[in-house]
């Protein structure tokens, strides 16, 4: 999720769709880009059957930019997060309580968000870095790393 054009906000529209281009469909994992909107890809996770919602966005966590940090729901609160259609508590409560499922906030800390600025050096490799660790854990868990090294290129490092 992330604002496009709000330079370090796109980092997680860029984590999704790097994600999305290399494990493509799969019967148990689903990669969304919800913009500026994440809220609109409730439907999806809904027929999807979502057990788990992992939420990839710039957030103010306090650190040096590009530093990534795991924020469960009840830690959502504390952070100051970019300007989304709804907050994404409110959006996490939802799924939680329709869907059943459970929502993590992946935060990565930007370095800025201005209009019309590009992502800064330190997001994109935090951008790489998640594509990885996610790819490795989620779409190929039994991956060695020799065959993840193989893939240097389509994980854009």
């Known amino acids: 999720m992330g604002a496009e054009l709000n330079g370090d906000d796109a980092v997680g529209l860029r984590v999704a769709d790097r994600l999305a281009s290399l494990v493509g469909q799969q019967e148990n994992l689903l990669v969304l880009n919800g913009g500026s ?3 609109s890809t409730s439907g999806a996770l809904r027929r999807f059957h979502s057990t788990l ?5 710039a957030a103010d966590l306090g650190k040096t930019a590009g530093a990534i940090e ?5 830690r959502v609160g504390g952070a ?4 989304h259609g709804m907050p994404l ?3 996490m409560d939802y799924l939680a309580e329709e869907l059943g499922c459970e929502s993590v906030l992946i935060g990565v800390q930007p370095e800025w968000v201005d209009f019309d600025s590009p992502l800064s050096d330190r997001a994109k490799k935090a951008a790489t870095r998640l594509v990885k ?3 490795h854990l989620l779409a190929a868990p039994n991956l060695d790393e020799e065959e993840l ?3 240097k290129e ?3 490092v």
């Not at 795991?70 to 009840?74: A, F, H, N, Y």
């Open 70 to 74: 795991v924020l469960e729901t009840q």
């Open 80 to 83: 100051s997060f970019s300007t």
């Open 149 to 151: 090294l193989a893939k």
């Open 154 to 156: 389509d994980l854009g």
């Open 133 to 135: 660790e996610l790819y």
């Open 53 to 57: 919602v992992l939420f990839v966005d």
């Open 89 to 91: 508590i409110m959006l």
């Open 37 to 39: 909107l994440p809220e």
